[in-house]
């Protein structure tokens, strides 16, 4: 695959914070509609990594594509072209505390330039974008009237609100408990597979990788249900591992779980961090 | 061996990058007049009292200190010239700067920064918008604006203050009171009195914010960065007052 077919590709990017690595000489690819999981210590550089893959900073070496467009030396008004086909899910959510949920959905619909012209009111995308994630009452809250898994659920329906090509969330379940946690693995299967979306899921939990790796969304269950062997949800699957900076593992869920690296292991059995 | 002159070169730096591009924003789209108006609201409306009060205190005091050394020299009708002059050159632009700084640069240093830390500046970005044009221009407009007119305020009030002295204390009329206390001001005097409110207002909005946008480490980070904006333009506002006091004295 060269680079510019490739979804995201990073080409030997390095990036450090004063002493500290925060990226280590990593490479790695991937195309249209596939999944990444990213697991990694705290610290490891996980978050820096869907940064730099979006532009929000600047890798000291290396280059980085992003939708087939080498993005390393790109002015920040050509990636806001870009990004408004990227969705992202923030760690620390990101959502404006200033603005309510209706407003901070439509937040990137109003400000994007290349999606202000949609023919569909924003109002109508808004709203169905938040009862995709089941929220369609909570309009005019402030996010700060909301608990930590519906502000997550928020972040969701801003994140796919403008049906991007590429999902990228951060910690999606940090902090959440595990009922939660499942309620929002199901809203990102079912943005994954309902539209195809390529996606790439950082997390500290075995779980949220399993269920990436081997499940999928039944649209008319409401569901999720365990995709058949060989389908396209189970081979488009890799894991990565991060270890201070560098890309220490990547693989599918049989090589990652062949694995003998005892860091590698450490995230390859449930209960694990 | 210099590494120790490397943070503060840096900081000084990105202030002047971030300079740069605010100024540079006043001109170009997309505009977000409804910040500008919520923040001239927050700095203007919202300073309005404290600056008000000290400004009404500072010209009492100046009369008081005043009124004593003028009744030696049976010059005590000159009250109001000199707490007209030390008001619309110097007391009035300073106080108002620190105090302005001390509410809104610690601020927009904590707005910002927790805005930083949860990520909402890369949010913005990501979703496309300039958090410069968005959060720092709107931001130094309003100061622009609103710094000179509460300065303006506060001289006049501090006046007042200084004729209440004037007239219980030294039976100094009122026609005699405000024809010295316009009548001494020069051209000269007006511009810098103008002239340092702008310019602490753009000191006040810049530092402010600056602190904010590169506040890192949590919730901790932005108890530094508001204490930092505010130690930080506070002396500049001094350093800024001098400077063109000087220029001034020498004109
Ligand atoms: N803006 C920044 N300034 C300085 N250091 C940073 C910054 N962002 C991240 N780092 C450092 O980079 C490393 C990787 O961070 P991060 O990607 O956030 O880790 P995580 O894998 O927990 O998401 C850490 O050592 C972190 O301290
Ligand atoms: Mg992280």
């Not at chain 1, 008004?77 to 949920?101: C, H, K, P």
């Not at chain 1, 407003?103 to 009111?121: F, K």
């Not at chain 1, 969304?217 to 900076?245: C, H, W």
């Not at chain 2, 980070?221 to 002396?235: H, I, K």
Request: charged share 20%; hydrophobic share 45%; with cysteine.
């Amino acid at each position: 695959m060269d680079a510019a077919s490739t979804i995201v590709c990073f080409e030997d990017v390095s990036l450090r914070f004063g002493d500290t690595p925060a990226l280590d000489h990593v490479s790695f690819q991937m195309g249209a509609g596939e999944t990444r999981v990213v697991f990694g210590a705290a610290g490891s550089g996980k978050t820096v990594l869907l940064k730099v893959a979006v532009g929000l900073v600047k890798p000291d070496s290396g280059r980085v594509f992003l939708l087939g467009q080498e993005i390393t030396c790109m002015r920040e008004t050509e990636l806001f072209d870009l990004r408004a086909r990227v969705g992202i899910l923030f760690q620390e959510g990101g959502l404006f505390d200033s603005l309510n949920v209706a407003e901070n959905v439509s937040y990137p619909l109003e400000n994007q330039r290349t999606l202000r012209s949609g023919n569909r009111s924003n109002e109508a995308r808004v709203r169905e974008s938040l009862e995709f994630v089941e929220l369609a009452h909570t309009l005019d809250k402030f996010p700060s009237e909301l608990s930590g898994g519906m502000r997550r659920r928020v972040g969701i329906a801003r994140a796919v609100v403008t049906e991007p090509a590429l999902e990228l969330y951060d910690s999606p379940t940090a902090g959440l408990d595990p009922i939660t946690a499942h309620t929002i693995i199901t809203l990102i299967l079912k943005e994954r597979d309902l539209r195809n979306t390529a996606t790439i899921m950082v997390t500290h939990r075995y779980q949220d990788g399993q269920l990436m790796a081997n499940f999928r969304y039944n649209p008319n269950s409401g569901e999720i249900e365990r995709a058949p062997r060989g389908s396209a949800e189970t081979v488009d699957t890799k894991f990565l591992i991060m270890q201070e900076g560098r890309l220490v593992f990547e693989g599918s869920e049989t090589e990652f779980l062949a694995n003998q690296d005892p860091y590698v292991r450490k995230f390859a059995r449930p209960g694990a961090s | 061996m210099l590494d120790f002159l490397k943070p503060p070169i840096q900081t000084f730096q990105e202030f002047v990058v971030l300079s740069g591009r605010a100024v540079g924003n006043i001109v170009r789209r997309p505009h977000y007049s409804a910040d500008v108006f919520h923040q001239m609201d927050v700095i203007g409306v919202g300073s309005l009292p404290i600056c008000s009060m000290v400004g009404l205190f500072s010209g009492i005091v100046m009369a008081l200190q005043m009124a004593r050394a003028l009744t030696t020299y049976g010059a005590e009708s000159r009250v109001g010239e000199i707490v007209s002059i030390t008001l619309v050159r110097e007391l009035g632009p300073v106080l108002t700067a620190v105090l302005v700084a001390g509410r809104n640069a610690s601020g927009m240093a904590s707005e910002l920064g927790s805005m930083k830390v949860t990520e909402q500046i890369d949010a913005m970005r990501a979703l496309g918008t300039d958090p410069t044009q968005k959060l720092v221009t709107p931001r130094l407009i309003a100061a622009a604006l609103m710094l000179p007119l509460l300065t303006i305020i506060a001289d006049f009030i501090g006046m007042m203050g200084g004729y209440f002295i004037a007239s219980t204390q030294l039976g100094i009329t009122s026609s005699e009171y405000w024809t010295a206390a316009w009548q001494i001001l020069e051209y000269n005097d007006l511009a810098q009195g103008l002239l340092k409110p702008l310019s602490f207002a753009v000191i006040i909005a810049l530092v402010g914010c600056l602190y904010g946008m590169r506040t890192t480490g949590g919730t901790q980070g932005v108890g530094r960065a508001t204490t930092d904006a505010v130690v930080w333009s506070s002396l500049w506002i001094f350093f800024v007052d001098a400077l063109i006091t000087q220029f001034f004295v020498n004109l």
